[in-house]
Every structure is written in C-alpha cells, then in structure tokens.
C-alpha cells in the first residue's frame, strides 16, 4: 500500500495554490492514504474475460444525416436590418 506523507500533502497543495494549515494537512494525510487504499483494493480485483462497459442503458446515440436547406435568401438579404456590419457578419459587442 502506497503511504502518503506530509511531503506529499504540501506538494499537492503548492502544485494546487491552496494553501494549508498544520490541521488540514494532517486530515488529508489520512483522507487522501483512504482513498490511495480504496483504488488498490479495486485494481486487485481480477477482470480478466470482462467486457468494458462504457454504455449501460441501451441507449445508443441517434445521428441524422446533415442536409443543407436553401431557403433561396442571400447573405444581402439576411443581413439587411442588422445595425451593424463587417465582413458579412453581424457586429455586436464584445462579450468577456
């Protein structure tokens, strides 16, 4: 079983720019080793012959083919009532 330390806590935390009391760190020296203990038991359970499942409800994604549609109206055209333009395209106001 992989054993975290306090280092290992730290690093973590400078890598995540979090930073941590004395306290904290030694709760996620335990909580983190838990969860180190948890993935290994599930990597000693033996999955050989075992399909992957990625799809459990029968569910299957339905595509339609894509279809262009002229509506018989130019760029001139739908463009026409915009307030402002540049280059064929509408001109709006900068969204951050």
């Known amino acids: ?12 935390a400078r890598l995540s720019q979090i930073k941590l009391g004395d306290e904290e760190v030694d709760k996620f020296v335990v909580e983190l080793g838990e969860i180190v203990g948890y993935v290994e038991q599930i990597n000693l359970v033996d999955t050989a012959g075992l399909e992957p499942t990625d799809q459990v409800t029968g569910l299957k994604n339905v595509m339609r083919p894509d279809e262009i549609v002229d509506y018989g109206e130019t760029t001139e055209e739908l463009l026409k009532n915009a307030s402002d333009r540049e280059k064929n395209q509408i001109k709006v106001k900068r969204v951050l």
Not at 1 to 6: E, G, W
Request: proline share 0%.
């Open 1 to 12: 079983m992989a054993k975290i330390t306090r280092d290992d806590v730290l690093k973590l």
